[in-house]
């Protein structure tokens, strides 16, 4: 296939070649306004939020049609379930995760498995079209800039190719963050909406019945954590989350390396913003984050990835559990 190729990998660059300028990409960006407004809507009082006045973001948010159709959800469940509040959200919650994040998960594992399928192929490519790039400046004096440029151009459209070919474009991946971050503001919105008084339901006030529907030591599920044990679990649990991530990832790139550090920053700051939060809102953070721990460690087991059809790679292990446990021994307890 290499050899066929040959010839037909390299694409002149007539702009280049008649000197026109650079266009650098511009950035984009990640979402931080999102992460940064969080604990602004998420600290602020009901007076707080209501002095923004009919036009504010947060109002125009709580009265959404997404966050209403969140609350008729729990509501739903309550009311067919006859369950206790507290149970009624973590119900919710594994529910919602079963049926939406997980699929969507397996999803993302299974692209991400045929991307790192293809990297010996682009490996492979890489080191040809290098050469070919090498032979065709030194027949038409290339400078060494308009070399690089037309290397790196037509890399980025054989491995485009070839993510089009086996159908695993990258972005494909993302489309988990997509779907669990909005349903994660819709919940944590619904709750607050509950917890505040803002939703009745048959002429009687959720937050009424929030407030004696609690559990342990959080009876009321709309006053605070005084004794801060649900925020401290859900930055935990988080930080666990994260630190799984990182242990089954060798060799990670710099960027990668910096959102490890950042989403444990963000795992740290959830701990004082959620003990400014009614409990409700916290359980459910709680729930979603266990949750979100077992999903990762089920998608590390080979059964499972089998039955989903996952494609084998390189870095698969017939003892996920058991690599996992040494790999966190050694980074965190051997070295005391």
């Known amino acids: 296939m290499l050899c066929r ?124 079209l290098n050469q070919e790039v090498a032979v065709r400046a030194n027949q038409l004096r290339w400078s060494k800039r308009v070399a690089r440029l037309t290397y790196l151009k ?30 994660w503001i819709f919940m944590s919105v619904a709750l607050r909406n509950f917890s ?3 939703t009745h339901s048959e002429g009687f006030s959720v937050q009424e019945q929030l407030a004696t529907d609690g559990i342990l030591w959080f009876p009321d599920l709309t006053a605070l954590d005084s004794t801060w044990i649900l925020p401290i679990s859900v930055g935990i649990i988080n930080l666990l989350i994260v630190e799984i991530f990182a242990l089954q990832k060798i060799g990670m790139s710099r960027f990668q390396t910096y959102i490890t550090y950042f989403v444990r920053a963000v795992s740290v700051l959830m701990i004082p913003v959620a003990a400014t939060l009614p409990s409700s809102i916290v359980l459910y953070w709680l729930c979603s984050s266990l949750m979100g721990l077992s999903q990762n460690l089920l998608l590390r087991s080979p059964r499972f990835r089998q039955l989903c059809r996952i494609p084998l790679t390189k870095s698969d292990s017939d003892t ?14 051997s070295k005391k």
């Open 154 to 183: 037509n890399m980025r459209r054989l491995v485009s190719e070839l993510y089009v070919r086996d159908n695993c474009h990258p972005f494909k991946a993302t489309v988990l963050v997509w779907i669990q971050f909005p349903v």
């Open 196 to 198: 505040t008084g803002a």
């Open 5 to 128: 190729l040959r010839g037909r990998w390299l694409r002149p660059l007539p702009v280049l070649q008649h000197g026109a300028r650079d266009r650098p990409l511009a950035p984009t960006s990640t979402g931080g306004i999102k992460h940064s407004a969080l604990p602004v809507w998420a600290v602020a009082s009901v007076s707080a939020v209501g002095s923004g006045g009919p036009g504010s973001w947060y109002e125009a948010l709580a009265t959404s049609a997404p966050v209403h159709g969140t609350e008729e959800v729990l509501l739903g469940v309550h009311t067919a379930t006859g369950l206790p509040w507290w149970a009624c959200i973590g119900l919710t919650t594994v529910a919602l995760r079963g049926a939406v994040t997980l699929p969507l998960a397996a999803y993302q594992h299974y692209i991400l498995a045929k991307v790192e399928n293809l990297q010996p192929e682009i490996k492979n490519i890489a080191r040809h």
């Open 320 to 333: 996920p559990y058991k690599d996992l446990f040494a790999a966190f021994y050694a980074k965190f307890i």
